[in-house]
């Protein structure tokens, strides 16, 4: 799959948001990446895999003083690691709308321990 095909992919999954949560959505990026960076797959513990990140201040910890003037947050879909763990282009689909909605969950302040409660 090429870039263009798995960025398109990414851009479904957030156009897939229910308006409410898109609308919502303050001040954050959505980026494709290759791979992510060595150190993040450094932390990992072994055989898990690192297909997206939230890098930022999620919603519920923002404040006047906290936040004031600040780049927007990211979020990192990471390609590589997708394309490889999931061969099918249904199985890439329905995984990075998965990935998006998870790391979009953490710009919201919702945490892994709720996520896997809810079943993400």
């Known amino acids: ?8 992919l990414v851009a479904d999954a957030i156009d897939s948001l229910p308006a409410d949560i898109a609308e919502a959505m303050e001040n954050v ?20 895999t690192l297909f997206g ?7 519920t910890a923002r404040g ?6 600040a780049m927007p947050d990211r979020i990192s879909i990471y390609k590589g ?15 990075v709308r998965i990935t998006v909605i ?7 302040g919702i945490s892994d321990e709720r996520l896997d409660e809810l079943g993400w």
Do not use: C, K, W
Not at 37 to 42: E, N, Q, S, T
Not at 64 to 69: A, C, K, Q, R, V
């Open 29 to 48: 990026d959505v980026l494709v990446e290759d791979e992510p960076a060595a150190y993040l797959v450094a932390e990992l513990d072994p055989g898990q």
């Open 1 to 8: 799959m090429d870039h263009a095909e798995f960025e398109r």
């Open 102 to 108: 998870h790391e979009i969950a953490h710009h919201f």
């Open 81 to 95: 690691p997708l394309t490889r763990a999931f061969h099918h282009p249904d199985d890439i689909r329905n995984e």
């Open 53 to 59: 990140l939230y890098h930022g201040v999620p919603l």
């Open 64 to 69: 006047p003083s906290t936040y004031f003037g």
